[in-house]
């Protein structure tokens, strides 16, 4: 069974920073993209970055470019978004994906003074 | 960017309605599109790649159709289960982008 497990999420204040991972299993994780999505609250999906199975590639959305780093561990599995100097428009659920079509259940980032 | 805009961005309908939801692209995505279904409070559960090609565990009730700039998610009949928010997604190109979501409710 395929499953992903998002963490690191809470509350921080403009300007700040935080790290969320993705740990993966059920299936080939050092062979997939991968990606994350996030929900502002009450709001659309919106994709905010990917990476390829080697990390040599990376994507962002515009709005994230030079503040998010998306990184992975083959070894351990695991997926990583370094967010820094976090805003407000931030705030949002944060779900990792595998290749868009299984998905975890979130992990909550509120960004607030 | 390609903008994806759904349409309509909400709907009304009853058990055993069909509905049709149209997801259009500002530039061709070739067929390079997914549907998705999301329950509040949920993630979103993927309906199909491909514009057409149907999950696995996905109900028959469930089609997709298009390429190029326009496609359509069509419930055949639709359950209690159904009512949700949908969202079409390309893949085409980066950045990947959702169109605003459509609404299903209970008429």
């Known amino acids: 069974e395929v499953q992903l497990v998002e963490s690191g999420g809470g509350l921080v204040q403009p300007g700040g920073s935080l790290r969320l991972s993705c740990t993966a299993s059920?299936?080939?994780?050092?062979?997939?993209?991968m990606d994350w999505v996030r929900q502002a609250p009450g709001k659309g999906l919106e994709w905010v970055a990917n990476?390829?199975?080697?990390?040599?590639?990376?994507y962002f959305v515009g709005s994230v470019k030079g503040r998010f780093t998306i990184s992975r561990d083959n070894a351990k599995n695991s997926l990583y978004l370094q967010m820094d100097n976090l805003r407000v428009e931030d705030t949002a659920m944060y779900y990792c994906s595998w290749s868009l079509v299984h998905w975890g259940q979130g992990t909550l980032v509120t960004v607030s003074p | 960017d390609i903008q994806m805009t759904q349409s309509p961005s909400s709907l009304s309908a009853s058990v055993g309605d069909r509905v049709t939801i149209t997801c259009r692209a500002s530039q061709g995505s070739g067929n390079l599109l997914n549907w998705y279904q999301q329950k509040p409070g949920r993630a979103p559960k993927h309906l199909m790649s491909g514009a057409s090609n149907l999950q696995s565990g996905v109900p028959s009730r469930f089609s997709g159709s298009g390429s190029g700039t326009e496609f359509t998610l069509t419930i055949s009949s639709l359950q209690p289960e159904d009512f949700a928010t949908y969202y079409c997604?390309?893949?085409?190109?980066?950045?990947?982008?959702f169109g605003q979501g459509t609404k299903v409710e209970i008429k």
């Open positions: 990476i390829s199975p080697d990390a040599t590639e990376k």
């Open positions: 997604l390309q893949y085409h190109s980066y950045p990947r982008t």
């Open positions: 059920g299936f080939s994780f050092s062979n997939s993209w």
